[in-house]
């Protein structure tokens, strides 16, 4: 099993900035892609950053240019830095994290950290 925190979670109002953590512990031995997701009241989770064991990365169209991600291999942990927040980034943030074994692929969830832009 994968435990993943996320914490950095706020209120910030139109424009500002927020840094978002997951820290990864248990069996993370052979973890391959760790991203980021969010889930707007109403709305399907929608994929917002990975980033590859390997260091690659891919961003959602609505957040390229404002949203950094990156992850510490050696610290098991992943940031999200979001720049230039807007209201429509109002969501509940969840670190994802998966595997690939016999059984085929595991995803393990974060419980979420909740994001609010003020307008």
């Known amino acids: 099993q994968v435990q993943l925190v996320e914490s950095g979670g706020g209120l910030v109002q139109t424009g500002g900035s927020l840094r978002l953590s997951c820290a990864a512990s248990?069996?993370?031995?052979?973890?391959?892609?760790m991203g980021w997701y969010r889930q707007a009241p109403g709305k399907q989770r929608e994929l917002v950053a990975t980033?590859?064991?390997?260091?690659?990365?891919n961003y959602a169209d609505s957040v390229k240019g404002r949203f950094t991600i990156s992850r510490d291999n050696a610290k098991n942990t992943m940031d999200l830095q979001m720049n230039n927040l807007k209201p429509e980034d109002t969501a509940v943030y969840y670190c994802?994290?998966?595997?690939?074994?016999?059984?085929?692929?595991?995803?393990?969830w974060g419980q979420g950290t909740q994001v609010t832009v003020s307008s």
């Open positions: 248990g069996s993370i031995s052979g973890i391959n892609l």
């Open positions: 980033f590859t064991a390997i260091g690659f990365t």
């Open positions: 994802n994290a998966n595997k690939w074994g016999i059984a085929g692929r595991t995803d393990y």
